[in-house]
């Protein structure tokens, strides 16, 4: 049977979606050992007014999801949330799907930049490898953080063109 990955807007009811967060938030807790260093959006909190949701659908399959979070200190920016893929769906190109999704939808938007905020241990250098590979730059805090040695800040400049770098 061949795959087909979909990303579409998310279903607040579907509980595949609850599922996928809440294995998420588990292993932020299992990674991040300080609480104030934890900044995973839980289900309910993913759909605040303004914060727009995605899933990844392999075969009809809820296989990942993104999310974008307006920064309110800067109206011209949206934060990168809530990226998450199956552990049996990692490698194959889903969290590269939702990224390239958030990044298009970003621009579809007329925002200048996307920033987010990933973890700096171990377990989230494929995340942080990702981002990097997709043209985001590490930078320092944004809106409501600061300083944390538990976190890394990414930026993507959505005013260049196809092919450049920042």
Do not use: I, N
């Not at 990942?64 to 307006?70: D, E, K, N, V, Y």
């Amino acid at each position: 049977m061949s795959e087909h990955l979909v990303v579409a807007p998310a279903d607040p009811a579907d509980p595949s979606l609850r599922a996928l967060v809440e294995a998420h938030l588990q292993d932020m807790v299992a990674t991040t050992p300080d609480p104030r260093s934890r900044h995973a959006l839980d289900h309910e909190a993913m759909f605040a007014p303004g914060t727009s949701v995605w899933v990844a659908r392999l075969d009809g399959h809820v296989v990942g999801c993104g999310a974008l979070q307006p920064v309110a200190a800067d109206p011209g920016a949206a934060e990168v949330k809530a990226m998450r893929t199956t552990a049996d769906a990692r490698g194959r190109g889903v969290g590269t799907a939702v990224l390239r999704h958030l990044v298009a939808e970003g621009r579809r938007r007329g925002l200048g930049r996307l920033v987010l905020e990933t973890g700096a241990q171990a377990f989230f250098a494929p995340a942080r490898r990702l981002y990097a590979a997709h043209g985001f730059v590490e930078r320092g805090p944004f809106g409501s953080y600061a300083e944390d040695p538990s976190s890394v800040f990414m930026c993507l400049d959505l005013d260049l063109g196809p092919g450049e770098r920042p």
